[in-house]
């Protein structure tokens, strides 16, 4: 349903074209300093129109605060906020009221519900995922408080791809570029594959990857909510998402037990690390002091402006074109989303992991 | 934490080296009929010893129904039920009391606990997984009236790897060898690989391919229990697994959305259908009715029969070497266990759906 | 938490002196047409200002839904909603910023949460009740077309009570006075304690009747989300409630088990009825088909228009008395809230009650 | 369902005439030392033939622990319990195969799901609080160590009833007697009651107080986890209660707002109290540190050791005679399990309290 969480438990509401997307954050710990100009730049970073890679649409996207903060700390009391749908084209979807978009949400969603609201994707637009960037952006904030950073960036698009190991780039490149890629040559071309792609009327997929620094040893609650297992879902939760893995992930399969141990060396003040990180950070569901990362696999997304057959609401085959601005390719703006996800499964892994003693 | 799902909801316990292994499901329909040999059937899957590449343990694991049945049929009230362990040699473990393995849970449920019970792994231990698998064996009958269909196969074992197209092969081989793989030829190779490996004191990895049929349009629950969403932490909680994707996957990234479109078609009676299924049976989070299709990375597991230097719990360095039975590579012994978390998820979004209209 | 219910599950946000009070309703059937004049109908009579016995404060309650709506039906995504406060005094609050009330919930939010938003009792205040009148006004209208109705009066105040057997109501005279008793006469004498009450700076609480017809047998669900332990946290969990009793409740612990035996007889169509109803229409926590009734202390509210003795945030002796404008006697405008909080009781068990049979 | 608690989290499993009632405690904090003779004792303190006023039934119910348990401490793994049924004597419930018996959860189960075990009313027995009083048990013993005490005592029977003030007994005088109740002439009379209402087939019903002594301020979660709110839901889940109150309850109602506060004094280092304490140590949801108190209803049960008239499942008057063994008056029995259901919810709302700051 719309909730994920258990004690850090966001909830979030909002169709492409209605009035609003917003949402409620239930068990916000008490007395966080909160920045609102940070709520408000992870938006942006999520935000239509700031590139010439990203869709055109003319999104504002400010947020509104409605409840548990006072005098600029968090009171322990859900936090309600609601962001204005704005430069909506409704117009731009009549043709697809009675129409199912191929590898959309549309069918689905008729079939689960008996009635959508057509416009924009309703429900299912990624435009839900504002939500999540606000919700994301308090919990980063409670965490850095902690010590934990979390950063994310587009690591591969179509078949050009960054090397696995994420320490080899620095996260402060990141933003320096419209593809959220901290390699500079490496992010002029899939700069250049994804204008391509959009010429073409085509669209493109790729992967983020995903690092968690300074975590403590403990975050995590075996056996079904593994640290990981919410990762996860929280990640496959994300629009056009088909694939997550951490650690050495599908690539350490094909290799012997022998190569992926993850040796232990004493550190101080009786603290113990692991030399080498096949494991990613987690042993057992539980995190074990050392950096998380992840890799989430975004497939090509389905609104193609180009012709495609497909078929009626009721069953007769037609042909659609897609009207509207369009993602040619969703990643970049889908990092801040991937780490918004990350930052709301740490704090409720951290807050439930209080619970473990009296 | 130790329960999984929301109405079909089942709750684990149970240590390596305790009294028993056990759960209770709760939110079974009633009225089901339950044939109490299928679940024997599915726990003598995972049984330990039932062949030369796994583990020589001679567990019998049969397991005994305490409540929630009556004259054959479920009543709806909670199915309690246990495994006695039995053959533990808690001896075995004595060397790890005071050690931690390397890439195993040791360490990290010492430092989130403060304690733990270090016998054979003690809650961290794959032989939690029983609970999961009599718990996916009562799902998987109440599912079976509906027409779904689960089944699930060894599709790579190191670098050997079946194509990854599952309408290759034919389910009804998976159960002729002891690999579990539908392709005889591959599978021998397997065999003899795990055989290389396990003669090494090594370990080696591998993925597991599921597939479920019979599912009709409809089941999951945006925005956050999509159902590849839920089917992802499902696996994602099995031990040693590294990676979930579905459809298309990682290997999708590299598309064009042109080239990835599942075109519809019109099926009888109103129905519609897909011609391709790169979508893996699912759009945006609900079924649509096709196959669904997923795979499932395991890494290969740290308990090696060879010298592995690690430290002590204070802190020393020291050199390991695993006593006791342990397999050299999970994927046979791990086939029923992903059916079984499959069943489980796809049973409690039947009843989800149940919800969606008065 | 600021959830309630499993399926039909709404949270609610807001502080009284924020910018808005407002809630998602999560998992409501779709398909539903709604009428919001009736939503706003249920607020209107929650309203302050409404009549000369409760406060004189002028906030209008004007309900925004932001989601869930298409073409005046629900589409089973999540209903957002948000009403603005307006009319706010928060100067009127200044005294009570390093003060505890006494018998509020002042001290009690500083002690758990380390500081509060003081401004008309923030959180606990019972405009956070604004919520679960527009969230009961949805699930009331899902009921409505089931057949179930819901209604509440008052049935005490102070020591003036009406006789316990609700069938001796007319539910259609409830809304003839301002104190919503169906006893004209004893709605007069009512009001007139209530204004003595008032005029005097002091409160007086009272009990409110709840009924519910039309409920089918089957709903609750054991052992612990029986039907009337779900309605009993529900009633708790409203504003200044401190006991709740259904069917005989506290006075039948004084009876012989044969008095109470609610004798069965045939109905028409298998259908089994009882004679009478000391049972309040639940059995084992599922309802049985008779009418559920149940009765809901409400304490006299703790805001006085008088000097109190009190002690401030360091502990220091002090003397306090209220500005603003408040209620001596919340029961009139409770009604509301108890008919919203059971509609969504109601609604829930409804839904849960589809996933006991496949 | 069959579950309670947030994170202290009880599932339990079991019918009357199955094989066992037991459960799951998950959520149980990690190093807590148990003293397994102590849970047996509480145990014993609800088991059936303890006194010549409770029913002869002669179960043993020892119960055997399943896992969590290490070196007698817990280890933050769920706690799996059983309690074999035995001296069932399953043929004295043939007679009610077919039939309904008045004011039982014999209709509605059937009614809800279809079918029941009919074997001594099945999963509606009274048996099921078996697995509360055990979950119980372990959480009292983690309270305990915190400073929390808890106790529970017969109150009223019938028209006899002791003062409302709870002070005014002292709680050691508890198990002095077969009624468990602290006036030792009272409970002489309560006895007598008892046999007198057991010689004509009949049966009784009364009230328990329950006291919780030394829960800090800060404890329960506005607004719909209020700390009452989970009390009462927890009380209203015992078989046989039909009202809750706490503080000063349904007393109070008609008291004036003046006469009930509860005036604040500055105590030691800081802390604050209050002189009297009608708000029973809960305001606005959660514990302000004074004593918390509480009065559960119990109707006289329904099984009456006389002919009733009733229905068949086929909907034809019969007369039914109950056979077998069973209690005139719950309530000594029933002490135990008020106690375990607080001890549940009060340890969970300590554990939740964790999470409220970083």
New interface residues.
Partial sequence: ????G??F?V?????SH???????I??M????EIDLDRVQYELDRRRPGQSSIVTARNEKDRV?????L?EG?T??????F?VENADQHSGDYDNIRST?R????D???T???????HRGG???SAR?TIARVVAGAFARQ?LE??GVRIYAYTS?V??LCLDSDYRKYDPQLIECNDVRCPDAVMAGRMHNLIME?KE?G??????ITGVITGVP??????????L???L???M??INAV?????????D????????????????DN?A?H?LSN???G????????EDIYF?V????????L?E????TV????TVLKARGRHDPCVLPRAVPVVEAMAAMVILDA?????????
């Avoid at 349903?1 to 994920?4: A, K, T």
């Avoid at 509104?64 to 548990?68: H, N, Y």
């Avoid at 987690?282 to 002091?289: H, T």
């Fill in positions: 349903m719309n909730s994920i258990k004690i438990r909830t979030t509401f909002g169709e209605g009035a609003a997307v917003g949402g409620v239930d068990g710990p008490a007395g966080v509104k605060i409605l409840s548990g006072f700390r009171t322990g009391t859900p936090i309600g609601a199912f191929p590898s959309h949400a069918y689905t969603y079939a689960k519900y008996g009635l959508r609201d309703g429900r299912s839900e409670a408080q902690m591969q179509g078949d792609v073409a085509d669209t493109i997929g790729g992967v040893a403990g975050l995590g609650e075996p056996v079904f909510d593994k990981h297992a919410r996860g879902a929280a496959l939760g088909k694939g997550f893995e951490y650690g050495m992930g599908f350490g399969v094909g290799r012997r037990g022998s190569e992926m141990l993850d040796r232990f060396v004493a550190g009786g113990v692991t096949h494991s990613g987690i042993q057992g569901g539980i995190s074990n002091g890799r696999a975004f497939k090509p997304v389905a609104t193609l180009q495609v057959p497909t078929v009721d069953g007769e085959e951290w807050l439930l992991n209080k619970t473990v003693h009296l």
